[in-house]
């Protein structure tokens, strides 16, 4: 009886084996860097900026939408959207008659991958340059 207890244990250790991987879900964290941003105002208010995402899984990169959104008041508008590079570089521009309140740039998430088991997503991430974006 013994020896059978132990052979059903043995024969269970290898079935949780071969069991694929347990669910989860993965974010890569990414940034967005602003390397150069400009305003004027003279009649109009022209606001122009790019910069990079970075990102450790370099698939975060690429293709991803990078959002120009002004806010006047309680109100926010996307007023530009560019995709990345390969590289992760991005520029954006804007002009309003008047400045805004807020200007904030967002990338937005990215799913790398998804299924039954387990989903990789590319993390959103913001830079609030004027005011509580």
């Known amino acids: 009886m013994r020896r059978v207890a132990i052979a059903v244990a043995a024969v269970s250790a290898l079935a949780l084996d071969a069991v694929p991987a347990i669910a989860h879900d993965h974010v890569f964290n990414t940034q ?15 606001f122009e900026a790019s910069g ?3 990102s450790p899984n370099e698939k975060c990169l ?7 959104i002004y806010g006047l008041g309680s109100a926010r508008r996307v007023k530009d ?4 590079s390969p590289t992760g570089a991005w520029a954006v521009k804007a ?3 008047s ?22 997503v ?8 004027v005011g509580p974006g």
């Open 122 to 129: 590319c993390g959103s991430d913001r830079n609030n340059l």
């Open 62 to 68: 690429p293709g991803r939408r990078v959002k120009l």
């Open 99 to 120: 400045a805004p309140d807020a200007i904030t740039l967002k990338v937005t998430k990215k799913r790398l991958s998804s299924g039954p088991a387990h989903r990789h």
């Open 81 to 84: 959207v560019d995709i990345s």
């Open 52 to 54: 990079e995402l970075s």
């Open 32 to 46: 967005i860097s602003v390397t150069h941003a400009e305003s004027t105002s003279n009649g109009h208010f022209h």
């Open 95 to 97: 002009t309003t008659a």
